[in-house]
């Protein structure tokens, strides 16, 4: 009685961007729905006001601006290139702490937490972001990076380091001077334990293919073997965004979010920021600047996307013959954008997605495919000449 | 350098209303951050338009009133209570569907997915909502989703049938008519499926507790096992935020979302809405009604939500001996708002939570003693009153 875009009877020819279908996400053992056909429905849901994108190069009001006075009285230095300080309302506190008490029953279970939270500005000019940094000065994001995991890695209560970047009022972050955090913990959280658990399983269940890189103890390491095919499919058929000597980024087979982004190495298996040399890291910077700028082409606006680096949990040295978790990680990293088909169309995961499982319209070949067609001279600068 | 809220030495007493700890949800075997220090923190995030809560009796622009035109032309008759059709824009369609090709690799893994997607209206009313509707027409509701899970269940190639309920601007939702979905699946979703994994797991390796009800071949269900240790707690240091003859609505001790809550019959093992005898039935509509109104009081607002009911995935019959994840199931519903301070203030899942775990400020005792604090009258017939 309903009619759908198109028969359902059965048709000899799957179509990745006609017919539903699952895709695994082999670092999670998550599934996510795609339903390619919906891309032809028209849009009822909320659209968000634009972030405005005229901003002064210094706000008076700004906590993050240099010289300026933060929440408790902290005065920002003025510095010159990144700035780095602990957080004023950290979510996590410096250890020791009390030990909770015996747990009341075996299914409510408390488990200590410990660590710091730290916030890294990337610039002291307000209005910039990373896309419109020069290279340069992303590479002073990196070194910063990499010094906050070197500290906070090697501090003897802390197990985990996780950098990230939330940018965008509709992400919840109110502040656009360019920023990220890093929160250090006793533990490793949830998803990057998955992920080392998932990628250290592989390493133990498959044989390294030839002529791919291969991980701890000479053995198959998941995402070197992914990124190796993806960089081998025909580029118009693929997933990749944009590639150059050390570095790929590509929209990864399972990914959730429309314009989802995985980053990583593709050359050798690589577990750390600090274990990338000169010319990766240069590589590093260059594809930063590749990748954000092409987002705020997209929309030709401010893209909004939480960004997360995952890698060795610590850069603490393992033995030769150790066989955890943190041994089998591979440097990426996750950019989870919520814009849909403009500057103020977002996906929300709600519904079907938080009740049972993610589900995109979008295919990933298609998002691959809009964000190739994006220009890397970002838009405002092109205005302007 | 940091002045913290309290000292970081290591003190005599835990409090977990003052110091961070993760909780292990046992049902998806996932972790949540809770940091209670941080709810004194200045909010500096987004502040969302209240909806507007004087809405028509009836709109001639909503495709789910009576008698009014839906997208491709169907028009909804006029019903008296509840209605159902197949939804215009579905996420999966009707089987069989064309066979994927094999996969070019063994991480790139496509499976096919049919279904159906149905719209279930709950009343004709376009301004009422669960909360505002009167038990025997909430009893309609529970009828119809009895009714196309029976129906869309017991269908050959469906595996699976998703009820869902997604209300609220801020959820996406753009529609106030009361209306939900369910989403009927060739394959069991991922949230549901780690959630049966992890039911059956605790049946074979732990014991039933004594005066605890038993779940299938009278083994220990999880969920028989934790409500039962929820409902003889202390009410006021607790989680249950409302209980009735059958059902209980608490806080659970994992909660991710500020004000979630986990719906479920206390009193017996229960798989599915097909198994509640009328008293069962009528203390569902009953608690139903009561955790929508405490949550519209709550910021004197039409609450924004997700609401899922988990169950057993159809009602195919299982062998008595049959130990499939599907005969473990216990019924539960999931509520899962995004509203955190305010009817204007919403919680977000970005950043460190999209990238490594969730993390909640406050602490599920003090979200279910706020729900334990609010009026069972809505707001907005105390007023006209
Ligand atoms: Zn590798
Ligand atoms: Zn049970």
Redesign the interface.
Request: net charge neutral; hydrophobic share 30%.
């Given at each position: 009685?309903?009619?759908?875009p198109f028969s359902?009877k059965?048709?000899?020819?799957?179509?990745?961007t006609l017919?539903?279908?699952?895709?695994?996400n082999?670092l999670t053992n998550?599934?996510v729905?795609v339903?390619p056909?919906?891309s032809r429905?028209?849009w009822?849901?909320?659209i968000e006001q634009p972030q405005p994108t005229v901003l002064p190069k210094y706000d008076p009001a700004c906590y993050l601006c240099p010289g300026n006075t933060r929440?408790?009285g902290?005065i920002n230095p003025i510095y010159d290139h990144t700035s780095i300080?602990?957080n004023?309302?950290?979510?996590?506190?410096?250890g020791?702490?009390?030990?909770?008490?015996s747990s009341?029953?075996p299914?409510?279970?408390?488990?200590?937490?410990?660590?710091a939270c730290d916030v890294i500005i990337f610039h002291p000019r307000h209005d910039l972001t990373l896309a419109r940094l020069e290279i340069p000065d992303i590479l002073k994001v990196i070194d910063e990076w990499c010094s906050v995991y070197t500290k906070r890695g090697n501090q003897e209560d802390i197990n985990y380091v996780?950098i990230?970047?939330?940018k965008g009022?509709?992400?919840?972050?109110?502040?656009p001077h360019p920023h990220g955090?890093s929160?250090s913990l006793s533990?490793i959280?949830?998803?990057?334990h998955t992920e080392l658990t998932n990628l250290k399983k592989y390493a133990h269940t498959n044989i390294p293919s030839e002529f791919v890189p291969k991980g701890h103890q000479g053995k198959a390491c998941?995402l070197c073997?992914?990124v190796h095919?993806e960089v081998g499919?025909k580029q118009d058929e693929g997933r990749v965004v944009v590639k150059n000597d050390h570095w790929v980024a590509l929209v990864p087979?399972w990914a959730v979010w429309p314009f989802e982004i995985l980053l990583l190495p593709y050359k050798r298996h690589i577990e750390s920021i600090l274990d990338l040399d000169e010319a990766e890291k240069s590589a590093f910077a260059d594809i930063l600047s590749k990748v954000t700028k092409r987002y705020d082409n997209l929309f030709s606006c401010s893209f909004a996307y939480?960004?997360?680096i995952?890698q060795r949990p610590t850069p603490k040295p393992a033995s030769p013959e150790s066989d955890e978790i943190n041994d089998y990680a591979h440097l990426h990293l996750?950019f989870?954008p919520p814009l849909l088909r403009s500057a103020s169309i977002?996906?929300?995961?709600?519904?079907?997605e938080?009740?049972?499982?993610?589900?995109r319209d979008l295919t990933a070949e298609q998002a691959a495919e809009r964000l190739r067609a994006c220009s890397e001279v970002h838009y405002m600068d092109a205005e302007s000449t």
């Open positions: 009685r309903t009619t759908y359902s059965p048709m000899a020819q799957f179509d990745p017919h539903s279908h699952r895709r695994l082999p998550e599934h729905l339903s056909h919906r429905r028209p009822q849901g909320q929440a408790g902290h300080f602990e004023d309302y950290a979510a996590v506190l410096p020791p702490g009390p030990q909770p008490p009341p029953h299914l409510l279970t408390t488990s200590p937490l410990q660590g996780q990230f970047e939330n009022i509709i992400m919840g972050c109110s502040n955090q929160w533990e959280p949830t998803l990057p998941l073997e992914y095919f499919v087979w939480s960004m997360g995952h996750h989870a977002r996906k929300f995961l709600v519904g079907f938080l009740m049972a499982e993610p589900q």
